[in-house]
């Protein structure tokens, strides 16, 4: 048979973007993700077989960073595969606006507003992009 097969070819190209781009996600910040989330950040389980996934899949030019991985559960993981998070969560019928408001939480508390101004909030405090009241 000529040709590789479809399988063959995606691993090419996905070890291809992942040897171009230099992630910042190490064990430190890692175990620091598995702490601040509690669990699965999309659909809550509390399992110790979490998993790295990147809001942003690699495929679509994500990587593994402090500000892109969250952990997930191995079904969300495998369910999500290389849909944009939010489409997926909407689908699936999950809370898209607490998995975002989680998200910003988590990366304001390890210091990483990514220019949004969020700071240090407690649960309770708006969001910047939530109606006051």
């Not at 910042?24 to 950040?41: E, P, S, Y």
């Not at 939480?105 to 708006?126: C, F, I, K, N, Q």
Request: glycine share 12%.
């Amino acid at each position: 048979m000529a040709g590789r097969s479809r399988r063959a070819r995606a691993a090419k190209r996905r070890k291809r973007r992942m040897d171009s781009v230099d992630p910042d996600l190490d064990d430190v910040g890692w175990t620091a993700l598995l702490q601040a989330w509690g669990g699965c950040a999309y659909c809550g389980e509390r399992s110790d077989r979490l998993q790295r996934d990147c809001i942003l899949p690699i495929s679509r030019g994500g990587r593994y960073t402090l500000t892109n991985v969250v952990p997930a559960c191995p079904s969300c993981n495998a369910s999500k595969c290389n849909q944009e998070v939010t489409t997926w969560l909407r689908r699936k019928g999950l809370d898209e606006a607490a998995f975002l408001r989680g998200h910003i939480r988590v990366l304001a508390d390890m210091g990483h507003s990514g220019g949004s101004g969020v700071g240090m909030l407690a649960p309770e405090d708006p969001l910047p992009f939530e109606p006051a009241g």
